[in-house]
Structures are given as structure tokens and as C-alpha cells.
């Protein structure tokens, strides 16, 4: 069994950074890619970025440039970079890790991000 605890989240300016950090609470976490998504009001749960163990990373086109996905294999934990936050970018991110073993997905609960003057 897996279990996500994301934090990190809150109310940034237009412009502003934030870091989201998501541990992974279970065995084998090199077994899994993990990733960040996304969902705004209204709007369908969209894939941030992704990182694989072996450090593979993929961005969404809107994030690419400002946002960096990392893991620590140590710390069983991945995070999220945000630089130069734009309003568009407010939405719940919810971390997820995929199996690639049993294909099984895995979501946390997810976290508030409100970029706003």
C-alpha cells in the first residue's frame, strides 16, 4: 500500500516561487514514476510534469522553463520547483505515483496553489 503526503502549497504573488514536496509513504519507491498534475475550476486534471528513477523528467508546454520535478531516493520524496508563478497556474496539484509493476496508480490528497495580487 502507498500513500502521498503533499505539502507546500498557499498564496503566492504573480511572479513568486513556491516548492511542493511529496513523500512517498510505502516500499519500493524506485519502483515507481512519479508526478505532478494539476486541476483548476472547471477544468479537467491536467499532467504538470513526471519523473522517472532514473531522473527522466517531461513537462507540460505551460510550465516548461519554470517548473522543475525532482526526486531524492534518500528522502523517499519528490518535489516541485515553481518559479515566476503566473495566475493561470492556480489550481489543486496532486501528487501521484505510478507503478510500473502493477500499473496501479496512486494519488495524495492534493494542495492549494492561489497565485494572486
Known amino acids: 500500500q502507498v500513500e502521498l503526503a503533499e505539502s507546500g502549497g498557499g498564496l503566492v504573488q504573480p511572479g513568486g516561487s513556491l516548492r511542493l514536496s511529496c513523500a512517498f509513504l510505502?516500499?519500493?519507491?524506485?519502483?515507481?514514476?512519479m508526478g505532478w498534475y494539476r486541476q483548476a475550476p472547471g477544468k479537467e486534471r491536467e499532467l504538470v510534469a513526471r519523473?522517472?528513477?532514473?531522473?527522466?523528467?517531461n513537462y507540460a508546454d505551460s510550465v516548461k522553463g519554470r517548473f522543475t520535478i525532482s526526486r531524492d531516493h534518500a528522502k523517499n520524496t519528490v518535489y516541485l520547483q515553481m518559479n515566476s508563478l503566473k495566475p493561470e497556474d492556480t489550481a489543486v496539484y496532486y501528487c501521484?505515483?505510478?507503478?510500473?509493476?502493477?500499473?496501479?496508480?496512486?494519488w495524495g490528497q492534493g494542495t492549494q496553489v492561489t497565485v494572486s495580487s
Open positions: 519523473i522517472t528513477s532514473g531522473g527522466s523528467t
Open positions: 510505502g516500499n519500493f519507491f524506485a519502483d515507481y514514476v
Open positions: 501521484n505515483a505510478y507503478s510500473l509493476s502493477s500499473k496501479r496508480d496512486y
